[in-house]
């Protein structure tokens, strides 16, 4: 099993922020293309965000505004800072390495980990 730190997900109230990070192994870290989705409950896997070697950032409509993402390469570690957070941003939050196309929509997300869980309230 290849160590993963994963921090940072947790409950909050509608309107609220929570900041996610992932740290990689050097076997695991691709700082060429990494990003984050999500998974909730009877919904289908949504990519939120995806971060380019060269730093593009893309994101989904769903956090357009709301979300960013990040990284330090020289740590391995992966972020994502949540703002404004809506009832329907509750989901399993995973890291992920980007294979094939660099983007939101076309690109396969690879996990690092067991995903870590937000849950927002009204």
């Known amino acids: 099993q290849v160590p993963l730190v994963e921090s940072g997900g947790g409950s909050v109230q509608t309107g609220g922020s929570l900041s996610l990070s992932c740290t990689a192994s050097d076997s695991t870290y691709n700082s060429f293309c990494v990003g984050w989705y999500r998974q909730a409950p009877g919904k289908e896997r949504e990519a939120v965000a995806v971060l380019t070697g060269v730093g593009r950032k893309l994101y989904a409509d769903s956090v357009k505004d709301r979300f960013t993402v990040s990284k330090d390469d020289s740590k391995n570690t992966l972020f994502l800072q949540m703002n404004s957070l809506k009832v329907e941003d509750t989901a399993m939050y995973y890291c992920?390495?980007?294979?094939?196309?660099?983007?939101?929509?076309?690109?396969?997300?690879?996990?690092w980990g067991q995903g870590t869980q937000v849950t927002v309230s009204s």
């Open positions: 992920a390495t980007v294979t094939g196309a660099c983007t939101t929509t076309h690109g396969q997300f690879r996990p």
